[in-house]
């Protein structure tokens, strides 16, 4: 134990009060450990002080020096790296004074251990220098006594002196943390006011420039500005310090091709901020290296500039030194380089104005040309004039969709140096619109060569010399046509090019329309008009008898009724859908071959027509009708020699005719509707059977898995089992007895593949028996113990002693087999999984709860599981999915619940036996 020397208790409070004045008052770290190392050289009898500081990046503790027996402090100004398991590691961890009864035989003491037998050091205290959770720091205190302790008073008073030694080195780091980071406030003042004083642009962008070099200091700041038509970054602005000469201007600040760095260009046209330095850049490496180069720089750091929507130039920060750009510069150049885009969009207000003007005058000539002029050919020939003229283009092509998959040349605006085009165009199908733009509109192409699309068309285009365009569908009723606006050299199409071209592209739409429909007769567009909006009525029928009414309608019937089944041997028909008066036969059930009105319509092509009043006694059960009317029945199939799948049945009564002239029509839409339906059944066919295979297969795979742990657990017995020390039980070694209980084990797991492979090879049979409720969760439970161990995760099985359910043992097994997975899955590591029972009447629940911290034994105050309110969900996890089919094919029920604290509850409901 530490012994004080003989001053009086006031003179010790004396002392200390004047070092802890100190401690406050000092912001030298040094000055703080050398009167803490005075103080405690003077105050205490400790053979052996040492101070450490802790630092946090390389993991170690840098010596500040001490107290050593013999004088020597070259070891006690050593660092000493910290390691998983050290006695210096577990106090910097674990912020906790620890005491060491002899440090000499501590064998996680390190190189303090060997310092201890050189210093005749026994017992030593090691106090952690702690200060907001964080640790700055260890206090080592040696004595030459065995089992040193320190007394309460002397705790105390150590405590608070290093106590507050710590929090003084904390407001060290913390001031030394404010001087480091960048303010740029005070810059944003300054330039703001900058900005004010200066007229034009060029001066507000050297302002920004100037200012920005001197904030974040590197080698050179400048700002280039992009022309959209010769896709090319040029130089215009740079730190007035780096101009020296136009040879130095030259050299420092070159222009920059969209070619040299694609993926540059991308990044800036996306509003993304471009770092590159020290290794590390977004940018492909070939780009990167080209850019550096073109620039004379290892270091960029690059903020977009943009006007109105367009990329208008680039803010560019180069250093020729390899940087790391910390975040505080990086929010600054992206902050000026959003002010020089607000001082470049308020500089040229008129010229915007102007150009607005010139847009809006251009779209009303446009609708002008068109709406007067009855000749297609003529208005498209002034609209291409007009067009090309504001774009500055020498190509305006409009292409039609024709019925050979090909686009066929409608107009071409000719020019001096336009060639004509005579190579057909292949149809852009629906998924490549897709991939090139999702939303099926205009389409930009700044450079061809760097395109990957338009492949198939790359002959047209070169013979039209096109190497850019801007591409349009025109929506020319149910044909697809093209506006095609090219240039013969690589630019950038800008938003309002973009935009006026979309709206030109409308308006020919508009004109090829009007067009097309003056040449359709009135009758086939009334018979497309009716076709067409059957087809929608069918889609957007969310009943049959919707669709239904809408045929009843369509065909004026007053009556109307659909009957369905399946096709089978002997099939039994449903009304399933009726309109009008109808006397109640819903659940009638017809007879479809002993019917003879059904069988004569079967054997129809079209549709069949029988008068009501002759009608045999068997349909007049559910065609019973007023005598006085005619039917018309049509088979629901998709063609004559196909197995129907229902009947269509209209009644007309004296009076009303059946509309002929609808009746090509009305075949279309209802045997697009036995389309319809028999594509839903196949589909709902082809899902089930999915989900069959989907659920065997996961069987099948968790089969295999238990035999390959089981005879995985049983090799492992027989290769870790010792040799040497047999234990005799019942004249059996342990040995032998864990080794029968395993070939127990794997002979149940046979028995159970053999009925699976023998009666479970298509689909699933259930084969229900009693089953032992605590068994089967500590089965389920020994599954996984070896993946739980890895994680520490700890389980519980609460109320289950006696309980018995009727169900599938083994499926059962793989089901809380995979329900414990999903658990593990999402368990930190080192809590805690918990099976709860409880009986309900006829039926035993089980939950398994993830209690993600271990609770302690004595949980009488604790809610029970199924008394914590929780919201259920539908899993998206297919094996979950599959768990929920197999037992409910079980007669059981599966929940999966989500408690308001963000844990699990899986819940299983499972029926008792029957007495």
Known sequence: MGQQLPPTEENRLVALARVLQILREEDNASVLIETTLDYLSAEFDYRLIWIGLYDRLEHRLVGKGGKAPNGETSFLKKNFLLTPGDLLEQVVIQQRPVSVSDLREETRAGEWRRAALQFEVEGALLFPLRCKDRCFGLVLLGSHLWGVSPAPGERAELSLLFGSLATALYQIELEWQRSATKRPDQTFFQLFDELQQKLTLSKRLETIVNLTQQFIIPTRTNIYWYSPQRRYFWHRVTNQQMIRGVSDLRNSAPGITVAEAEDFYQMLVADRLVAIGSGRSPLRAESTGQLLSRLHARSLLAAPIIVQDELAGFLAVEDQEARIWEGAEKNYVRAVAQIAALVAGNEDLETRFEQSRSNTNLVAQVAEVLASNTDAKNA??????????????????????????????????????????????????????????????LIAIENLEESEHFSNWSKALSQLGARSLLLHPIQNGDAKGMLLITHNAPRTWNSTERLLATVVAGQIGWLLKLVKLKNNTIALSSQQQTLQTGLTQLWEANSDR???????????????????????????????????????????????????????????????????????????????????????????????????????????????????????????????????????????????????NQTLNWYKHRCLEFLHQAVANWLALSETEPQGNKIEIGGQSLQQTRQQQKLRELEDIEATLTSVIAEEDWQLKGSLGVVSVPSLLKRSLRLVETSYQKRNLLTRIHNAGGLTVYSDRFKLECVLFELLLVAQSRAPEGSEIEFWCRTLPA?????????????????????????????????????????????????????????????????????????
């Open 843 to 915: 039926h035993i629940e089980v939950l398994l709860v993830e209690t993600w911290e271990v609770q302690p034994t004595n949980k009488s105050a604790a809610k029970l599981p199924w008394e914590i309110p929780a919201d259920s969900f539908t899993p998206t996890n297919i094996n979950l999915k599959v768990c929920q089919r197999i037992i409910q094919a079980l007669g059981s029920k599966l929940r999966f619940h989500k408690l308001q604290d963000g844990r699990y509850l899986t819940r299983l409901i499972l029926p008792t036996p029957r007495k």
């Open 380 to 441: 498209l020939s002034t609209v291409g004039q007009l067009v090309c003229k504001r774009f500055e283009v020498p190509g305006f092509l409009v292409l039609n969709a024709d019925r050979d998959d090909t686009y066929t040349l409608l107009y071409q605006y000719p020019s001096l140096n336009q060639r004509s085009l005579t190579i057909p165009i292949p149809i852009l199908e629906d998924e490549e619109w897709q991939q090139m733009k999702p939303d099926g509109g």
């Open 546 to 692: 919707v669709w239904l009414e809408y045929l009843a309608n369509l065909l004026t019937a007053p009556f109307a009724l659909l009957l369905s089944w399946q096709k089978v041997s002997k099939p039994q028909g449903k009304i399933t859908a009726s309109v009008g008066a109808l006397p109640s036969v819903d659940n009638l059930t017809i007879a479809v071959e002993g019917d003879p009105l059904l069988q004569a319509a079967l054997a129809s092509s079209n549709f069949y027509d029988c008068s009501l009043a002759g009608l045999n006694p068997i349909s007049k059960k559910w065609l019973n009708y007023p005598q006085q009317a005619k039917a018309y029945l049509f088979p629901v199939r998709t063609y004559f020699h196909e197995t129907a799948m229902g009947m269509f049945v209209f009644a007309f009564p004296d009076g009303s005719q059946f509309p002929t002239h609808l009746g090509e029509i009305a075949t279309i839409l209802m045997r697009q509707f036995a389309w319809y339906r028999r594509n839903q059944q196949q589909t709902a066919t082809f899902l089930k059977g999915r989900r069959d």
